[in-house]
């Protein structure tokens, strides 16, 4: 009964939604660039399945805010936050068909759909947060937001989603033999249940939404992710061991339907592509300052924080990343990110 009365309210939010979307819209000169084209008015629905005290949230909240001012009104937007028109998957299976015109994703969710997002989600990709900046701004990441039309969304910009590390309930996780025997949740990534795997844990796929629960009731013993989920996620009520072992650095990625995006003018098009810009230099502001906060409120929640030896998870997972050299296409991106060290 939850289900279908879940089922009911989401596709009431739909229709509602719709009703605000692109049917009866007025062509108007665009104001970006393109003379003698004329631009449609597009009233845009956003969703995704963050708190609005999120800095992926507020990122999104500034991105709207120079896209409606940039375009005089042209396209505005509407936002649909915690996962009230479903969880990342549904989400995006939506932007797909058009229910949904821009969303936010991690890239693990994505390399359900395109196999280059794979790239992202491997172990130690990355040697620090600069390496991380620096690569996500090169031209080979643009060609991977460009090369997913086809599958029906494009991408606009990144946001930082920090640094992924282990947290279980009381056990430290110092060494990859520490994880041996535990139930770790994972996002719903390919990539990510092999890297436990040979991690040595038991890895245990399930929604962001359900991990708290899951820690409480011992269904999981931990998971992995970055500080902020000890606090806004309250993790930090039922797991008091969390150990910076970073053995992810996975992009949140904001992709816009490609229905969508075929429809606007290039000018559109640009205005777009520069406002997601521009919040992601804001985004990172904000996420920087969130670690910060979350790593002091976790403390005072009980949390306490360890430093592991990173080298014994760097030399666990090699061999997956010799497998995955074997697709050119992620191959090549691995390439490109080294030369950028």
Request: charged fraction near 25%; aromatic fraction near 8%.
């Amino acid at each position: 009964m939850k289900k279908i009365i879940g089922s009911l309210i989401m596709g009431s939010l739909l229709v509602l939604a719709s009703a605000c979307g692109n049917d009866n819209a007025d062509p108007q000169e665009t104001p970006t660039g393109d003379e003698n084209v004329e631009a449609t008015e597009h009233n845009l629905r956003l969703a995704h399945n963050l708190s609005e005290d999120h800095p992926v949230h507020m990122g999104l909240e500034r991105f709207v805010e120079i896209v409606e001012e940039r375009s005089e009104g042209q396209i505005t937007m509407e936002i649909f936050p915690n996962a009230v028109l479903g969880e990342e998957r549904e989400i995006l299976e939506q932007v797909q068909v058009g229910g949904v015109d821009i969303t936010k994703v991690s890239a693990a969710s994505l390399e359900n759909f395109s196999s280059q997002y794979s790239v992202f989600s491997l172990p130690y990709v990355f040697s620090d947060e600069d390496h991380f900046f620096t690569s996500m701004d090169s031209e080979v990441v643009q060609d991977l937001f460009d090369s997913t039309n086809e599958e029906g969304f494009v991408g606009l910009t990144w946001y930082d989603s920090g640094a992924r590390s282990f947290y279980t309930k009381d056990q430290p996780i110092l060494h990859p033999d520490d994880l041996s025997g535990l139930r770790i949740r994972v996002m719903d990534s390919q990539t990510q249940i092999e890297m436990m795997e040979e991690l040595g844990g038991s890895p245990t796929p399930m929604p962001y939404g359900e991990i708290y629960t899951a820690l409480q009731s011992g269904v999981v013993d931990g998971a992995e992710s970055n500080p902020t989920a000890l606090t806004t996620g309250k993790h930090g009520e039922v797991a008091k061991a969390f150990s910076f072992d970073e053995h992810a650095r996975i992009p949140d990625i904001v992709v816009i339907s490609s229905d969508l995006w075929n429809e606007l003018t290039e000018g559109q098009q640009e205005l777009l592509r520069d406002a997601a810009k521009e919040s992601t230099e804001y985004q990172k502001e904000l996420w920087a300052e969130a670690i910060n906060q979350a790593i002091d409120e976790a403390e005072e929640m009980g949390v306490e924080f360890f430093y592991p030896d990173q080298e014994p998870f760097f030399e666990a997972v090699q061999p997956m990343h010799e497998k995955y050299r074997e697709d050119e296409q992620i191959a090549e991106l691995l390439d490109a990110f080294e030369a950028l060290r």
